[in-house]
T-cell receptor
């Protein structure tokens, strides 16, 4: 079946450090890939997405590249801020479900200290 | 900016009681979803709804669960007889080209 695996958290960084959150997936065909973010007390917000191999999604300084050969969609940011502290979810929607439902990873909590 | 609204934000209920979780999707969206997240676990798909009927449901979505769009704006999830293991955060989402999520309802069954 379709699944997403994320690195365990929490990830603790100092402000301006480089961030990588690993995400790999299992899916038939060519899924669409997403990163969602959940800030404290808020809902899930779409951060970025990529719909085909080698596409790079980017938003708010975050980026992730759809790597078909390694079935990965790692999230990166060059310089994190305290305001980036949140839980980050990798997700996919698959061809065999008509790209309707989302399959999520477990989420990775990011804590950024000043 | 349009948003998905969920009420209540937190609900505490006794085991065996019925609960209704409410959602107001974004007005021009056609696809609606419920997901849940048990504390410390993955966000799990429960059900999708399109054209006034369920289009897909997961194994979790058994006969104790039902969804309804009673008045063309609200989208509700009903749990008929709650169990302790139903305690979770429940997220509603609506979609045109991409899914927008509400803030969630934390359901605590005691």
């Amino acid at each position: 079946g379709n699944s997403v695996t994320q690195m365990e958290g929490p990830v603790t960084l100092s402000e301006e450090a480089f961030l990588t959150i690993n995400c790999t997936y299992t899916a038939t065909g060519y899924p669409s890939l997403f990163w969602y973010v959940q800030y404290p007390g808020e809902g899930l917000q779409l951060l970025l997405k990529a719909t085909k191999a080698d596409d790079k999604g980017s938003n708010k300084g975050f980026e992730a590249t759809y790597r078909k050969e390694t079935t990965s969609f790692h999230l990166e940011k060059g310089s994190v801020q305290v305001s980036d502290s949140a839980v980050y979810f990798c997700a996919l929607s698959a061809q065999n479900t008509g790209f309707q439902k989302l399959v999520f990873g477990t989420g990775t909590r990011l804590l950024v200290s000043p | 900016e349009p948003e998905v609204t969920q009420t209540p934000s937190h609900q505490v209920t006794q085991m065996g009681q019925e609960v209704i979780l409410r959602c107001v999707p974004i007005s021009n969206h056609l696809y609606f979803y419920w997901y849940r997240q048990i504390l410390g676990q993955k966000v799990e798909f429960l059900v999708s709804f399109y054209n006034n009927e369920i289009s897909e449901k997961s194994e979790i979505f058994d006969d104790q669960f039902s969804v309804e769009r009673p008045d063309g704006s609200n989208f509700t999830l009903k749990i008929r007889s709650t169990k302790l293991e139903d305690s979770a955060m429940y997220f509603c989402a609506s979609k045109a080209t991409e899914a927008f999520f509400g803030q969630g309802t934390r359901l605590t069954v005691v």
